[in-house]
T-cell receptor
Framework: AQSVTQLDSQVPVFEEAPVELRCNYS??????LFWYVQYPNQGLQLLLK??????LVKGINGFEAEFNKSQTSFHLRKPSVHISDTAEYFC????????????????FGQGTILTVHP | DSGVTQTPKHLITATGQRVTLRCSPR?????VYWYQQSLDQGLQFLIQ???????AKGNILERFSAQQFPDLHSELNLSSLELGDSALYFC???????????FGSGTRLTVV
């Protein structure tokens, strides 16, 4: 089974400052990793995903994440945040599939609330 | 619009009642997943269907059941509702080839 730990439940930052949201995972098999964002009263929107290849993944809205297999981490970063980035961010993991057509469940972390102050 | 449609958006019901939540996946997606989001438990996986068959089960109570129909829409049935069942229920669908899990906007269930 896979598990995800988001190390910070809340991260306050000022506008235009850089931010890092930390995510560690645990798994005995290869995994795929995801970051989702949830704005108030909305569903989950995919920011980025790591499946294979380059360990630095770029996503939407200027976010990027780096997969570090030795540290079992997948931290999310943005060099300069905006007020509109205020939301809850979820890291998620699923077992890497060897080629089937049915993907397994996503296991989510507890979420990190990012609050951007003016 | 993500392409995953959930109805209703809001539901208020009394304890002991039964409700049905509906999910229409994105066109072409064969897998449907149900999740429960609550303040104390976070996002919990409930159940997955693939092309009409149950594929995986998570922390789903015996009072809850689900099915996926031939047209691939799915329904989550919650019965003998308790106050603690109040939560946001999400449906997601996925397509083979790019691990695209797409979430609907959720159904907010309030049990009073």
């Amino acid at each position: 089974a896979q598990s995800v730990t988001q190390l910070d439940s809340q991260v306050p930052v000022f506008e235009e400052a850089p931010v890092e949201l930390r995510c560690n995972y645990s798994s005995s098999v290869s995994v795929y990793l995801f970051w989702y964002v949830q704005y108030p009263n909305q569903g989950l929107q995919l920011l980025l995903k790591y499946l294979s290849g380059s360990t630095l993944v770029k996503g939407i809205n200027g976010f990027e994440a780096e997969f570090n297999k030795s540290q079992t981490s997948f931290h999310l970063r943005k060099p300069s945040v905006h007020i509109s980035d205020t939301a809850e961010y979820f890291c998620a993991v699923t077992r890497a599939n060897a080629g089937g057509t049915s993907y397994g469940k996503l296991t989510f972390g507890q979420g990190t609330i990012l609050t951007v102050h003016p | 619009d993500s392409g995953v449609t959930q109805t209703p958006k809001h539901l208020i019901t009394a304890t002991g009642q039964r409700v049905t939540l509906r999910c229409s996946p994105r066109s072409g997606d064969l897998s449907v997943y149900w999740y429960q989001q609550s303040l104390d438990q976070g996002l919990q996986f409930l159940i997955q269907y693939y092309n009409g068959e149950e594929r995986a089960k998570g922390n789903i109570l015996e009072r809850f059941s689900a099915q996926q129909f031939p047209d691939l829409h799915s329904e989550l049935n919650l019965s003998s509702l308790e106050l603690g069942d109040s939560a946001l229920y999400f449906c997601a669908s996925s397509v083979a080839g790019n691990y695209g899990y797409t979430f609907g906007s959720g159904t907010r269930l309030t049990v009073v």
